[in-house]
């Protein structure tokens, strides 16, 4: 929230606090546009950002993920109290990466390279010409392959 100048400000404190600058855009939303129309501030929020306490935006600790076809893959949404996980939000792009390329889903706790399950939308025959080496099926709706190669 605020302007530009204040947001490098931000990321400079947190590379000297921390030990990790941000790498990724933050938006400058000095008018709450941005934080109104995502619902991360109510509808009513009005005034000077710079005049703000960090209780008055304390709903302002989203993390929103976007794909290249311009939708939101992912919201995460964390109090102000609570560090943002990196690793969890990298590790939800490498999946979103991968399920995008490949008919698969990525399994609770899932990491590079680990087993995927193949997609629900894939029928068995198709899975056996995508993957003539089979797969493992604790359930009839799991089949468990490895990671394909991207």
Do not use: C
């Amino acid at each position: 929230m605020g302007n530009a100048s204040g947001q490098r400000v931000r990321r400079r404190s947190e590379a000297q606090t921390q030990g990790a600058r941000p790498n990724f855009p933050i938006i400058a939303d000095a008018d709450f546009n941005v934080s109104k129309l995502y619902g991360m501030l109510p509808a009513s929020t009005s005034g000077d950002a710079k005049s703000r306490t960090p209780a008055d935006n304390q709903t302002v600790r989203n993390v929103f993920v976007i794909g290249p076809d311009k939708k939101i893959k992912l919201i995460l949404v964390y109090p102000m109290t609570t560090g943002r996980n990196f690793d969890e939000v990298l590790r939800v792009i490498d999946s979103l990466q991968l399920t995008a390329k490949h008919k698969v889903a990525t399994p609770v706790n899932w990491k590079q390279g680990e087993d995927v399950i193949i997609a629900g939308s894939v029928s068995d025959d198709d899975a056996k010409k995508q993957y003539p080496q089979g797969w493992k099926a604790p359930k009839p709706y799991i089949r468990i392959v490895p990671q394909p190669r991207t």
